[in-house]
């Protein structure tokens, strides 16, 4: 049995069943036996790309995800992606081919320290020197990734063990493994427990704040329960969008600076005990750490201890699964009067607030208003839809006007390291993972041209996306900035001229370019339920203001 054979079937016990990546003479072997099993691997255009697709299809699937990459230059190209799953906490195992251990580091081709390269973004490296150590490290990779708290691993093959094949009977066998985090449900502490459930009782404005942590605990029924009996709103920040339905009476939308609700700010303002579940109250949820009252009560739930409180001080911390402490605080609370009147006035508001904006939502201007066009993808998309959002101006507008109206990773957006560039490869790897689901990638023009050559990628793979290009003709955000702060406008615009449709023909999907707002529900509609990668290249207004506070 080559060495190959058993990391590829601990792969396949770990649940996972699409892996992405770049071949290289380097991973020749490991190659070989994927393509003697039932493991798919999806050809990338770039390393990045690939341990971009690997976030999404792991954040999709509730597994692991997979990259894999040539050492040096492809290792350097990993990092792109494993920073945004460092940064969300997300299940990536990156593998990387490396020079034999005789000749590495003396000039030889694409050499390079992987390990050194890729430690800043995955929780441990492994560079075994044995094939029997090859073994166990790739199963203590798999374990790391999922166990606990979930984040990027890295695993080495050298080229003098890649190729290694143990004689009959030899090869060392790999544990099961569990195949979808959370592994573990570790029960909140009994007298932090009745100290968050005194102060969350007596309270008379408590908020829940749910971050992604929520979602990749599944907490789903548990927020639900807990938010229906305190009688209390739950305000999430970016990522913990999908928690709850957020068309229903306890949702208040967005919390923080960017892509927020205001309904959402106010409430968490005026709340005396905030309940934070799975969030790590960072400065854009926070509006620079200024939203949280100073005489709120904060009670921070997190599954990680290293970050209760690490941002903001916090009352009751609690280490503990999200959804074991949200289902054991639902059984100690109860509403009252004064919390149901405030929970349908807050209802209200919400209501309110969006139908303020429905003028934009539904406008009919040329050039499009951006909010028209996240209105119509809303209106598209199923509920079981998944919406991937770029970040900047195009995940701000998400943020706030896109709706998640089931319960679950509905919604993605890269908060883990706000980089603009995820946005394709993300929903690549989440339709990859959930093939029968539509999926729908909104990016900007200026975010689309890091990684517009993985069309291709979806036109091999029928992985039938919709990409949505929020075309501005320009970085927005950075000109908004630059010209609200200095009163300059240096390198902010791109060529008016670019067709995205017509590059997207090129590459085998269906393109059309859109500057009539009616042209939208009908192409927007045909576009989700076709079969083939389809981009809508959207010409919206250039000077549109998303909720922002700066």
């Known amino acids: 049995m080559r060495l190959t054979d058993t990391i590829v079937g601990a792969l396949e016990d770990a649940g996972v069943d699409t892996v992405f990546g770049l071949p290289c003479e380097q991973m020749d072997p490991y190659y070989a036996a994927l393509d003697e099993s039932e493991v798919r691997h999806i050809l990338a255009r770039s390393e990045a790309s690939a341990a971009i697709m690997a976030d999404g299809y792991a954040r999709a699937s509730g597994g692991l995800g997979v990259a894999d990459g040539v050492g040096g230059p492809g290792a350097s190209q990993l990092g792109i992606g494993l920073v945004e799953a460092d940064g969300a906490s997300s299940p990536v195992l990156a593998i990387t081919g490396d ?8 000039e030889v081709i694409q050499d390079g320290d992987n390990g050194a390269i890729l430690d800043p973004y995955v929780k441990s490296s492994y560079d075994p020197a044995t094939p029997e150590r090859a073994v166990e490290d790739a199963a203590a990779a798999i374990r790391e990734a999922l166990a606990g708290v979930p984040a990027p691993t890295h695993l080495n093959l050298t080229g003098d063990l890649i190729a290694h094949e143990f004689d009959d009977g030899d090869a060392p066998s790999i544990p099961s ?11 909140p502490d009994a007298d932090a427990l009745d100290a968050a459930a005194d102060a969350l009782d007596g309270s008379e404005a408590p908020v829940i704040v749910s971050g992604e942590g929520s979602l990749r605990s599944k907490a789903f029924d548990a927020v639900d329960d807990l938010a229906r009996t305190l009688e209390a709103p739950v305000v999430t920040s970016m990522n913990g969008k999908g928690i709850v339905d957020e068309t229903s009476d306890y949702a208040a939308g967005v919390a923080g600076r960017w892509g927020y609700c205001q309904v959402a700010n106010d409430a968490v303002e005026a709340a005396d005990v905030i309940l934070v579940l799975g969030a790590r109250m960072g400065e854009l949820s926070t509006v620079g750490w200024s939203l ?17 409180g690490k941002t903001q001080a916090v009352d009751i911390p609690i280490q503990a699964d999200v959804g074991a402490a949200a289902s054991a605080l639902a059984e100690r609370v109860s509403a ?6 405030r929970m349908e006035r807050i209802a209200r508001e919400r209501e309110e607030w969006y ?17 028209r066009v996240f209105h119509e993808i809303e209106t598209a998309l199923p509920p079981e839809g998944v919406l991937v959002s770029a970040t900047s101006f195009t995940g701000f507008f998400t943020g706030a006007f896109y709706r998640v109206r089931e319960p679950g990773v509905g919604y993605i957006q890269a908060r ?14 989440v339709q990859a993972a959930r093939p029968d689901t539509p999926v729908v990638a909104a990016s900007g023009d200026g975010a689309i041209g890091y990684h517009i050559a993985e069309l291709e ?15 501005n003709q320009a970085f927005g955000s950075s000109k908004m900035s630059q010209m609200a702060t200095s009163n300059v406008d240096n390198s902010t615009d791109l060529d008016p001229g670019t ?23 009908e192409a927007m509609a045909a576009a989700v339920a076709s079969d083939t990668p389809t981009v809508l290249d959207v010409r919206v207004e250039l000077y549109a203001t998303p909720p922002v506070l700066v």
Not at 336 to 341: L, V
Not at 355 to 371: N, R, W, Y
């Open 416 to 429: 883990g390291s706000d980089g603009i560039n995820y946005c394709l490869p993300q929903a690549l790897g």
């Open 99 to 106: 020079n034999p251990r005789a000749t590495r580091g003396n």
């Open 499 to 521: 067709d995205y449709a017509a590059v997207a023909e090129g590459f085998g999907c269906d393109g059309q370019v859109i500057e009539d707002p009616d042209e939208l529900p």
């Open 336 to 341: 009252t009067d004064a919390r149901t009147e």
């Open 292 to 308: 949280y009252p100073e005489d709120a009560t904060i009670v921070h739930v997190d599954l990680d201890p290293e970050w209760l």
């Open 457 to 471: 990628t979806a036109v091999r793979e029928d992985l039938p996306i919709t990409l949505v290009v929020v075309n």
């Open 355 to 371: 139908e303020g904006h429905m003028d934009a939502l539904t406008s009919d201007d040329v050039p499009i208003k951006p909010q």
């Open 177 to 187: 493994f569990d195949r979808a985090f959370p592994t573990g449900r570790p029960a």
